[in-house]
C-alpha cells in the first residue's frame, strides 16, 4: 500500500461579502487530493481535501515543500504499523520534517488541508464513514448519530440593509437552522445595534443569535460592545479582541457574563492552552472554535482535544469553525458540542451533503465511506479536473 500521487490546485471561494476586518471577493482554496494505489469497486481510492475559508490557498507551500516531502518518504514511513492504511500521525511527522517548531504562519493550514485528504482516504480504505472509524479510534465507539450545527452568516453586503439582514435570517429558518450568526463590528455601535434588534425580531430570543466580530475590537471597544449586548442574553459574543491578546480576552470575560466564544484564529495545541491557561475563559459556558484544517489538521486537534480534558474542559464546549463535512464528521465522531454551517456563502466547499437536511437545528450523516465530498454535487467538479487521468 502506498501513495502513488498528492495533487493540488487553487479554487475560487470568493463571495461578494465582508465582515469588520476583510472581506472575500479573492478569497481561494486549495483543494488537494491524496492518490492511493488501493483499489475499491475498480477505482484508486483517492481522498479529498480543502483548507477553509478565511486563509487563502496554500500552493507554494505545498507545492515546494509538504507534497515532495510525502512522495519522497518511504511508503512504510506513512503507514500503521500493520500496513493495513495510512497513518496521519506518521505523515504529519513526515510533512513537517526540517520545519522549527513556532511561528506557524501559513504551513499549518497547508498540513491540516493534506491531513483532510487523508483521513478521507483512511476511513474509504477501512470501508466506513469517518464519523464511526473516529468514534472507535477515540471516543469508546460512542459516535453522535446527529450534529447540533448553526446558521453563520449576517455578512455586510453592498446594498445590504436591515431587511437584507433579516430576510436571509428567515431563510436559515426555513431550512431549519434554530440558531444563527451576525457580524458585527463592520459598522458602528449604534449601526450594529439596530440591525441586531432587527435580528432579533425574526429569531426571537437571544438565545437563538449569536454575534461575531472577528477580532476587529481593541479592548476598550470590545467593553463598550460588551456593556451593550450584556442586557440582550445572546447566544455567544465571538472574538471580541486579537486572538493573541489573551489578557485582553481576559478583560472581556471579566466584564461580560454571557458566553464568549474564540479560537478560530489559533492554530496549534500550544496556542489553544495559552488561550485556557491566560484568556480568562469559563468552562461552563464558553465556546472553543478551533478548526482542524486550519491548526495542522486532526492530528493536531486531538492534542488539543486532550489538553483540553486536562484543563477541566467538556468536548462539548468545542464548535469548531469552517462549516464543511470534514469538522461535521470529526463532531460527530469525537462528541463535540456542534459544528458552524454557512448556507449561503463558501459555496460550493461550505456544507454538508446534499441529501442530508436541517431538522430543528440538527443534521445527520451519511453512510458512504470517508468524509463524503461524493454527496455534494457541486463540490466534486472542483476535484474531477484534479483527478482526471488517474481514474
Known sequence: ?????????????????????????????????????????????????????GRYAQGGILRERIIPRLLAADAEALLTDDQTNICPFKAQQVMLANEKPGGHGERCVAVGTVDMALWDAVAK???????????????????????YVYAAGGYYYPGKDRRGLQDELRRYLDMGYDACKMKIGGATLDEDLRRIEAALEVVGDGKHLAVDANARFDVETALEYAAALAPLGLKWYEEPVGPLDYAGHAQVAAA?????????????????????????????????QFDPVLSYGLVEYLRTLEMLTE???????????????????????????????????????????????????????????GIGMELKAELMPEFAALVAGTV
Open 125 to 147: 480504505i477501512a470501508g466506513q464513514p469517518l464519523y464511526r472509524l473516529l468514534a472507535e479510534r477515540y471516543n469508546n465507539s460512542q459516535a453522535d448519530e446527529r450534529v
Open 1 to 53: 500500500m502506498r501513495i502513488t500521487q498528492v495533487l493540488e490546485r487553487t479554487a475560487a471561494m470568493k463571495s461578494s461579502i465582508r465582515n469588520s476586518v476583510i472581506d472575500f471577493s479573492q478569497m481561494t482554496t486549495s483543494c488537494v487530493a491524496v492518490v492511493t494505489d488501493v483499489v475499491r469497486d475498480g477505482q484508486p481510492v483517492i481522498g479529498y481535501g480543502f483548507n477553509s475559508n
Open 256 to 288: 461580560y457574563e454571557g458566553p464568549l466564544a474564540t479560537g478560530e484564529n489559533l492554530f496549534s495545541m500550544a496556542d489553544a492552552r495559552n488561550l485556557i491557561r491566560h484568556g480568562g475563559l469559563r468552562p461552563d459556558r464558553d465556546i472553543l
Open 311 to 369: 484543563q477541566g474542559w467538556s468536548r462539548r464546549r468545542c464548535i469548531p469553525h469552517g462549516g464543511h463535512q470534514f469538522a461535521l464528521h470529526i463532531a460527530a465522531g469525537i462528541g463535540l458540542g456542534g459544528n458552524e454551517s454557512y448556507p449561503e456563502v463558501f459555496q460550493p466547499f461550505g456544507g454538508f451533503a446534499d441529501d442530508s437536511p436541517i431538522e430543528n437545528g440538527y443534521v445527520t450523516l451519511p453512510d458512504l465511506p
